[in-house]
Structure formats: C-alpha cells, structure tokens
C-alpha cells in the first residue's frame, strides 16, 4: 500500500495512515491500495461492506457505482490486448471528500501513466484525480481499437490471398472477445453518463460537466466495438465465399481434366476391343498414329478450355 499526499500534482509520502483520516489544509490523499489492504483501510474509512465484498470477490466485477454515505464506490474496467487476447482489469475506487482509494487486483497501467498528468494540471482535488483518471482508461479502449481494427484487416487481407482453416478459428476467437466485450462497454458507459448527469456532491459542479466529454468517448467506444462485431460477420462470410470459390475451382479443374480423357478413353477402348479384322490393327504406322491423334486431340481441347478461362 502507497499513501501519498497530493497538492499541485507534487507527491508526498505518508508514513503513518492515520494521518490521512483528517482533512490536510491544502490538496488530499492518494491511497493506491492491494485487495489485502482493504482489512486494515475498512474500518478507517468506514468503507462500506458491500463495497469492500465486491472488491474481495472472485467473479468479474461490473462496472458501477454506488453511492453511500462518506464516500462513493465506483468500478470501470481497465483493458489491455495482448497476444491477440482481450483482458479487462477492475479498477477500484473509493472516493471522500480528500481522500480516494484505488483497489487493483494487478497492476493498471493509467495509473503510472497518470502522475505526469497530475503534474502537468496541477491536481488538488481527488475528484479532479478520479476524472482524469477514468478519462485515460476510456481514452486506452480507443488504443486498443486501433491494434483490433488493424488486426481485422491483416485477417482479411491473409483471407482474400491464402484462406486457410485456421483463419476460421481466428475468427471465432476474435468474434467471443469482442461480443464479450460490448457487454462490458454498456454499463461502463452508464456509470460515466451517472457521473456526467447525477448531482453528486462528491464531485464539483464544473468539474462534473466534464464528465460529459468522457462520456462521449465511451459512446463512441462502444460504437467503435459495434463496427468490428459487423466486419467479423463479413470476414465470416469472405471466409465461407472464398473457401467455396476454391472448392469450385478445383472442381473446375477436375471437370476440365475429365472432358480431355474422356475421347481419349473412348479411343483406346475401341483398340482394346480385340477384333481380328479391326482397320489399321496391323498396319506399321497404326500405334504411332492412334497416339498422336491422342495427344493432338487433348492438346486441342486443353488450349481451347485455357481460351475460354474455365482452367
């Protein structure tokens, strides 16, 4: 557990907790806590059992907020993309009048990204923390979009010029985490929108329209998602259009393949017939000219399905 105290984004350490139970004259406290943490922060901050049970639990946290007393309770979710899987993270954040906790299971990469930004606007109030904050986890979904779209796109370019079986699996692999994803975006996108529009005193009036741009983007987030749910059925659909069009080639091919031997076959089944007095059957020249009459009749036939496109 960190505790830091925070006034014009500079950083102090806080060695005693119980220190942060009051007020400071200028700024607030920033407590970056582990799960383990919350029995010793619970009783301090009266943090709600419902709350800190959430935290706690095993199952996929929703996003959230809940509203109590002394503090309010609210849960986004942070993503990361890796190795062509999609992970959310659970962000955590109690929030007081001076103080704000954030409860991570693993580390979250907006909070190391955050300091410099605190630092840069000069923060001194927790409720301006926790704005900028959700504003860089909304701000990571529009990152991770841009690695999703163009993976689509190699997809479908490796489809359009060598489809293979595994292609579908990518696919369907791609398609689950997305879908598993735009049931994540909806609630997310209300807990925003209640931050936007709820009166909360919590959180300062000026401070809370922005909020609204906030919400915008995670709209536009979950619009985003909707796009690639709609290009996965394409790529869906090119994969099934491009493996019949290969079945049909082959088959074409086969198709060209038969017809060519086919009056080949029914010349050398004549010869095979074994008549005593069958014409040129002893002649000297009549194998070389059955032959060539074969390998003519094919060349002819081959070329003239190469004219017409159909091999």
Known sequence: MKVRHVNAGAF??????????????EGFYWIDADLEDLIELQPLFMLHDLAVEDCLSEEEQRPKIEIYES????????????????????????????????VTKQK???????????????????DK??????DLVVDNYFAVGDRIEDQIELL???????????????????????LWLKRVLGPQREV?????????????DQLQKYFSDVYENAVKVSEMFDTFRDLMGN??????????????????VFTAITT????????????????????????????????????????????TFRKKDWI
């Open 12 to 25: 102090t350490p806080v060695e005693n907790i119980t220190d942060t139970l009051v007020a400071p004259e």
């Open 71 to 102: 503090h309010y309770f609210i849960v986004v979710n942070s993503i990361r993309f890796d190795n062509e899987e999609i992970f959310l993270r659970a962000l955590n954040i109690f929030l007081g009048r001076h103080y704000i906790i954030t």
């Open 108 to 126: 979250i990469n907006e909070l190391r990204v955050l300091k410099p930004i605190l630092w840069e606007e000069e923060v001194s109030r927790a």
């Open 129 to 134: 923390f926790m704005y900028l904050l959700i």
């Open 156 to 178: 479908e370019e490796n489809i359009l010029m060598h489809t293979k079986k595994s292609h579908l699996n990518e696919i369907i692999g791609l398609r689950g985490e997305i």
């Open 192 to 204: 925003i929108n209640t931050l936007n529009k709820k009166d909360l005193r919590l959180i300062d």
């Open 235 to 252: 790529l869906r659909e090119a994969y099934q259009s491009s493996i019949s069009n290969r079945a049909n080639e082959i088959m074409r």
């Open 260 to 303: 060519i031997f086919m009056p080949l076959t029914v010349i050398t089944g004549i010869y095979g017939m074994n008549f005593e007095d069958m014409p040129e059957l002893h002649w000297r020249f009549g194998y070389p000219l059955v032959i060539g009459i074969m390998i003519t009749l094919g060349l002819t036939m081959f070329f």
